[in-house]
């Protein structure tokens, strides 16, 4: 495939990620306009560069005329979040869109990868409107905490400067710290509970107090 194809077999996948992106990076928006929690704090995307494709396609035996029905992942949007409850919140929100349809789910945090990995991962069949007509395309979607997505791209790194074989002692530490930053998740996550609960006893106490002084004032 030459350069000038590649540029064509790609464009889709450039324009679903960022067709993507400003709608995900809208609906943030509706939540900061309300008064509810913003599950999304932000959203990044990407298409893998060429060479990443071939190596892949390498590894996983794919042959090149079959790269859009066999690779998931050329187009991959990420959401990060603050709270591991909000990735079920985002979840419903990918999956109740009727703007593309949502083929395949898998779920890295209820069944962590033997690394230490931890994220949401959905495959979407976004359709993309160019000039000869409606083209789908498959992207992966990652959903992950903030502190899910530190642990990520450290390993990523890692894995990039290994070529993919990080000695056994790293392996150890990265778990080591894949446990400590779903213990903090989890951690933050209590903590964000007792802070709602603590608000809505000082709304109540509040309300409590308006209603008393308007009885006093009323008698």
Wanted: charged fraction near 30%; include cysteine; hydrophobic fraction near 35%.
């Amino acid at each position: 495939m030459t350069v000038s194809n590649w540029d064509t077999f790609l464009t889709p996948y450039r324009q679903a990620v960022e067709e993507l992106k400003v709608k995900l990076r809208g609906l943030r928006e509706q939540y900061k306009l309300s008064s509810k929690h913003t599950p999304i704090e932000f959203v990044t995307g990407r298409v893998k560069p060429v060479t990443s494709i071939l190596e892949k396609a390498k590894l996983k035996n794919i042959a090149l005329d079959e790269l859009s029905e066999q690779m998931q992942d050329i187009a991959g949007v990420r959401l990060v979040c603050q709270f591991v409850g909000d990735i079920d919140t985002i979840v419903e929100l990918v999956s109740s869109r009727s703007d593309f349809e949502v083929v395949e789910a898998r779920d890295y945090i209820k069944t962590k990868k033997e690394s230490g990995y931890r994220s949401y991962h959905m495959v979407i069949k976004y359709p993309v409107h160019t000039i000869d007509g409606e083209v789908s395309v498959l992207v992966e979607v990652q959903i992950r905490t903030m502190a899910m997505n530190f642990w990520a791209t450290i390993e990523h790194s890692l894995n990039y400067k290994y070529s993919g074989e990080i000695p056994e002692n790293i392996k150890k530490r990265l778990q080591s710290a894949s446990e400590a930053a779903f213990r903090l998740d989890e951690e933050m996550s209590m903590i964000r509970g007792e802070v709602r609960d603590a608000q809505q006893i000082i709304l109540q106490n509040k309300e409590n107090y308006q209603r008393d002084r308007e009885r006093r004032e009323g008698g």
